[in-house]
C-alpha cells in the first residue's frame, strides 16, 4: 500500500485513537470510520487490538489527535485514511497487511428513506451525509456518491423521453466505453443506465460511475453512483433499484 508523505497529508480532521498507541508504543491493527460526530472529525477510530472490554469502555483511555500524529506512529495507513469513506474497517495481524472487514457492526450501518421532493424518494444508507453545498441532491461517504437531480419534460410523452434518454447513453459511449447497460421496468417505471470508467487527472486516479435514468410520465430523476471500488457496482445498482416515485 502506498505510503504518503506526512508533511503533504491534508488536513482531514480529527482521530480518535486508543492511548495505548502512545503510551505503550503499540501500532494501529484495528481501525474504523463511522460518521463523524463534528465538523472536525474524521470519523477514524485506532486500536492497538489488544484492548480490553474494560480498557475500550474507559473514554478516558481514548483521545483525538491530528492524523499525521497517528501518521507519525505508522504511516502504512496513510492512504487508507485518506481514501477510504465512512463504513470502511480494517485489520491486520501483526507485520501483515492490512485486509478489509465486511462482517464488523458498526452503529450507523443501516438503511434510510430520503423524500428527494414532493414526488421522489429513496434508500439511502445511513452513513452516507447529505452535502447541502451541493447544486444538485447529493449524498457522501467520501469514497461512494450519490449525486441526483429531477427533470420534467413537459409536452414529450414517455416514448419520446425514453428514446431521448437512450440517445444520450449512446453519444456518451463516443467519449467513455460503456462496460454494462442496463434497463428495468416496473409497471409504468422505465429506469435505464449505463456503467462507465473515468479518469480524474486531478487526483490521478480511476473511479466507477453508474449513470442512471428513472422516468414516470414526464418526470425524469438523474442519478449519478461514484465509486472506486468495481464490487460496488451492486451497491449502486440496488440503491438505484431503491428510487420510487412517492405519489404514483
Request: charge should be negative.
Amino acid at each position: 500500500m502506498r505510503k504518503i508523505k506526512i508533511e503533504d497529508f491534508p488536513n482531514i480532521g480529527a482521530v480518535m485513537a486508543s492511548s495505548m498507541l502512545f503510551k505503550d508504543d503499540m501500532k494501529p491493527h484495528f481501525i474504523f470510520r463511522e460518521k463523524p460526530s463534528n465538523d472536525n472529525d474524521s470519523g477514524w477510530r485506532m486500536f492497538s487490538g489488544f484492548e480490553s472490554d474494560e480498557y475500550s469502555n474507559n473514554a478516558d483511555n481514548f483521545g483525538f489527535y491530528d492524523a499525521k500524529t497517528i501518521l507519525e506512529v505508522d504511516n502504512s495507513i496513510s492512504e487508507l485514511l485518506l481514501y477510504k469513506g465512512y463504513g470502511s474497517v480494517w485489520e491486520r495481524e501483526e507485520n501483515a497487511d492490512w485486509e478489509e472487514v465486511f462482517d464488523y457492526p458498526l452503529e450507523d450501518d443501516f438503511e434510510v428513506k430520503h423524500q428527494l421532493s414532493k414526488n421522489w424518494g429513496i434508500t439511502i444508507n445511513n452513513l452516507f451525509e447529505k452535502n447541502a453545498d451541493a447544486k444538485d441532491l447529493m449524498f457522501t461517504t467520501g469514497d461512494k456518491t450519490i449525486r441526483l437531480a429531477i427533470w420534467n419534460y413537459d409536452g414529450k410523452i414517455k416514448s419520446e423521453i425514453l428514446k431521448s434518454q437512450k440517445e444520450d447513453i449512446d453519444t456518451r459511449n463516443e467519449a467513455n466505453t460503456i462496460l454494462k447497460r442496463y434497463e428495468f421496468h416496473e409497471d409504468s417505471f422505465n429506469k435505464i443506465g449505463y456503467h462507465i470508467k473515468e479518469y480524474d487527472e486531478r487526483k490521478d486516479y480511476t473511479y466507477n460511475l453508474l449513470c442512471t435514468f428513472s422516468s414516470i410520465d414526464n418526470e425524469v430523476l438523474q442519478s449519478f453512483f461514484y465509486f472506486d471500488e468495481a464490487r460496488d457496482i451492486e451497491w449502486a445498482l440496488e440503491t438505484w433499484k431503491s428510487i420510487e416515485k412517492i405519489n404514483k
